[in-house]
């Protein structure tokens, strides 16, 4: 029965080597957390796009509205079964600091279109009944501190009022959204609220419509839907560029640049300067073992069993400090979430990351313990008694 | 007061290779990584704040953050423009005052890296007056005004599609002809300019972001501000150019110093445990020395002091080290997308002398936390206990 205890007994002849090795392992794998997680959230997105769903914005530019009477014309291509329009309002909260998206959208098909928007708080009937309503994200109502019936200031950005004053809006509802490829940080309002003050002089700002979404009929072909659409347009007066939801979220993403290559060889030097460190400790905890090897060896256990117990040195050092480093990863989680509220919405530490952290912690416990497992394999028993130290 | 002579310390750092090695890399990596994120937020801060003019003063629509948020009708650009009396004039009287318009259009990347917004800026012949020796050809000519053509700037069209001499640009249903290539120490070399008349037109925005003008020297700043502000016909935001553009970059400057930050002192706390278990080791195996050390009269500070400088060097050698690995990545080009504008910006990388420096104070202080136990244990020693155990 080979003697397991020596494993852990071992390991804790040198408690400060042991530990100070396996909280730098720690240290590493929470970081691989965090950053992996980062990626995560801008992925998720993406992954969360529905495949049913086709934007239309301008093929020149984001900022280029498109004619308003694009929306009849959408409606009747076939295999599109409703259009909901998008407006970015870029507006905020008393600074520009408070920085949230604001929307100016067909309320009655917001629902309809994106079914993951769902009201928590306040009814549909009453937002859809008041021009002036919105409806805010469950995350903004928290961070702000507003429930149903209060009034929203907003300043207008984009869309300034000539009076000077903010854009009053009544919250008749909270939502949230189960789904990460909408965020609960959002505001959505009446588009004829923005379109009166437009033409009565109210405000100024850019007319047309931002984004155009559609919700296809099922089994309608997205490729073939988009193209229709963009044909039809192509000989202006706005020219389009229809894209799938995923692909209008990767745009997004693309444009932050290339983080999973700056993550990547980030959480690659740190992986191997970690390895470094654990196989520097093994290495030094198998010349310390040399003479105790032979003394196993000479009592009669297996070159087999000595390799195991080496290995397992490194497993079980590496296995604590990577637990450790996940837990607080986990931990932490809460923390980072609410720090990169805006920036990164929904920040978690996925199922996806925990396994490739446990992964890592496996692969240097295997490839730091290897080459001493080895070692201590092939060790002849005169050899090692003979060694001094 | 005796200390230890720094060759003993040398010495043991190089015939002990192998840990000294170990705990130099885990300090490189470190000091590396630091020094790459600050010389990525360096690159992209400096080619703002730096190549913003003093002199020249921008216009914005009130209580616009940028230019385009910022709307003036043809009718307010033109009232700014001819009744401010602080413009000044050249030798020719024209008053040195321009309006623009400005969007970010969408551009294919090189290399088939998928789409990035670009900024696009119909200028008046009186911009290229204001901003004069900042702009230079370096293929081509300038556009003429009043026509379909273009010219980029030099750090762009190297990054998107159809940008070289001779190509043609379409925005919307226009096609543009590009006639030069322009280098520009600022942000304009990652923007199209093109004549303001063709380019409102071909992208259907008859309105104009902004306004700007070179201003008398004998001009009240503060007063002409305030003046502006609640100007009755045109009331306006008034930045110098240098004010605006360093307001367009805090947000991303930011989010890049605290990742540096960030990653510097995780990566850090990973490197002083590395060096402290090196260390520590490195002490347990030289007992004998340290038992002959003290047995030949050197007192306990001394012995603690002469491992504090070891652990000092090593700190700075990974300093050092971490440097060197990253100082090639001075001067290469890269590009990023400042989420304020939404636009993209081509900068280089930018390893200054500070954060040279604070990258290798940094790794002396971590050599130093990483050293500081191994010092006191090593200092605590009894020269007999020592010289028996080893």
Redesign the interface.
């Known amino acids: 029965m080979p003697p397991f205890r020596l494993v852990w007994k071992n390991l804790l002849r040198h408690r400060t080597r042991a530990l100070l090795t396996a909280a730098s392992l720690a240290v590493a794998i929470f970081l691989l957390c965090v950053l992996r997680s980062l990626l995560v959230v801008l992925e998720s997105g993406i992954k969360a796009s529905a495949s049913n769903r086709l934007i239309v914005q301008s093929s020149v530019s984001l900022f280029v509205y498109l004619p308003e009477s694009y929306e009849a014309k959408l409606e009747r291509i076939e295999g599109v079964e409703r259009v909901v329009r998008w407006n970015w309002f870029g507006g905020y909260y008393q600074e520009p600091k408070n920085f949230f998206a604001q929307f100016a959208t067909d309320v009655e098909d917001l629902f309809e279109v994106y079914p993951e928007i769902e009201l928590v708080e306040g009814s549909q009937e009453d937002f859809f009944g008041d021009r002036r309503a919105c409806v805010i994200g469950s995350e903004m109502a928290r961070k702000f501190n507003m429930r149903v019936g209060d009034t929203m200031p907003v300043i207008g950005g984009l869309f300034p009022r000539t009076d000077g004053q903010p854009w009053d809006f009544r919250i008749a509802g909270i939502y949230h959204s189960v789904k990460p490829n909408v965020d609960n940080n959002t505001l959505f309002f009446h588009a004829d609220f923005l379109q009166k003050a437009l033409e009565s002089g109210a405000a100024n700002g850019p007319e047309g419509v931002g984004i155009f979404v559609l919700r296809l009929e099922p089994g309608a072909d997205r490729v073939r839907v988009a193209e229709t659409v963009d044909a039809l347009f192509a000989g202006g007066p706005q020219r389009t560029q229809t894209t799938t939801e995923a692909e209008f979220q990767a745009q997004f993403v693309s444009m932050v640049g290339n983080v999973p290559f700056f993550v990547g060889s980030i959480g690659g030097g740190v992986l191997i300067a970690i390895l470094l460190a654990t196989l520097n400790t093994m290495l030094m905890a198998a010349r310390e073992q040399t003479r105790d090897i032979g003394v196993l060896k000479a009592l009669g256990f297996r070159d087999g069993t000595v390799f195991g117990l080496m290995l397992g040195q490194s497993m079980l050092l590496t296995g604590v400090g990577g637990m450790g480093g996940l837990l607080i990863a986990l931990s932490s989680e809460q923390f980072f979430a609410q720090l990169l509220g805006t920036a990164f919405p929904g920040y978690h530490i996925a199922a996806e990351t925990v396994v490739e952290a446990v992964i890592a912690t496996l692969l240097i416990g295997v490839l730091a313990g290897i080459v001493p497992a080895l070692r201590a394999r092939k060790l002849s028993v005169l050899t090692a008694l003979r060694s001094v130290g | 007061m005796a200390l230890i002579p720094l060759s003993y310390n040398l010495r043991s750092l190089i015939v002990r290779w ?2 000294t090695i ?1 705990t130099v ?2 300090i490189a ?1 470190t000091v ?2 630091l020094v790459g994120v600050m010389a990525l937020q360096q690159g992209f801060t400096s080619l703002f704040r730096a190549q913003g003019r003093d002199d020249v003063a921008v216009f914005l ?5 940028n230019e ?2 910022s ?1 003036f009708t043809r009718e307010r650009a033109m009232i700014l423009m001819k009744t401010v009396p602080e413009i000044a004039e050249d030798e020719a009287g024209r008053r040195l005052v321009s309006a623009e318009c400005y ?4 551009r294919n990347k090189t290399g088939g ?5 670009v900024p696009v800026r119909g200028v008046m012949p009186m911009s290229f007056v204001i901003f004069g020796r900042d702009i230079t050809f370096s293929q081509g000519r300038n556009f003429t005004p009043g026509t379909d053509e273009v010219i980029i700037g030099a750090k762009l069209a190297e990054r998107i599609e159809g940008a070289r001499l001779g190509e043609v640009l379409q ?3 226009t096609p543009f002809r590009v006639v030069g290539i322009f280098e520009h120490d600022g942000p304009f070399s990652s923007e199209i300019w093109g004549d303001h008349d063709r380019i409102s037109e071909a ?3 008859p309105v104009y972001n902004r306004v700007i003008a070179k201003l008398k020297d004998e001009t009240d700043w503060p007063e002409l501000v305030r003046r502006m502000d609640q100007d009755p016909q045109v009331p306006s935001k008034l930045l110098t150019e240098r004010e605006y553009l360093t307001s367009q970059t805090s947000a991303f400057s930011f ?1 890049l110093s605290a990742l540096g930050v960030f ?1 510097a002192v ?2 850090g ?3 002083v ?2 060096a ?3 260390m ?2 490195a002490i347990a195996a030289r007992t004998i020395e340290i038992g002959i050390l003290l047995s030949m009269g050197f007192r306990p500070h001394a012995v603690f002091l002469g491992f504090m400088l070891e652990a000092l060097l090593l700190g700075i050698m990974g300093g050092i080290v971490g440097a060197l690995i990253v100082l090639p990545l001075n001067g290469i080009q890269t ?3 400042n ?1 304020q504008t ?1 636009t ?1 910006v081509a900068f280089a990388f930018r390893v200054t002398p500070q954060i040279l420096f604070g990258a290798i104070v940094f790794a002396a202080m971590l050599g130093i936390l990483g050293g500081a136990i191994p010092a006191w244990r090593a200092a605590r020693m009894r020269p007999t206990e020592a010289m028996r155990r080893g």
């Open positions: 192998p840990s170990l890399l885990g990596a590396a990584v629509r009130q209580g616009a953050t385009g948020d709307a969007l970010a259009v969408r890296g998928g789409e990035t917004n925005f919307n249903t992208l259907e925005r989010v990653l995780i990566m706390i990973a490197a445990f590395t402290t278990n090196t520590l080791t590009g990023a997308m989420f939404f993209e």
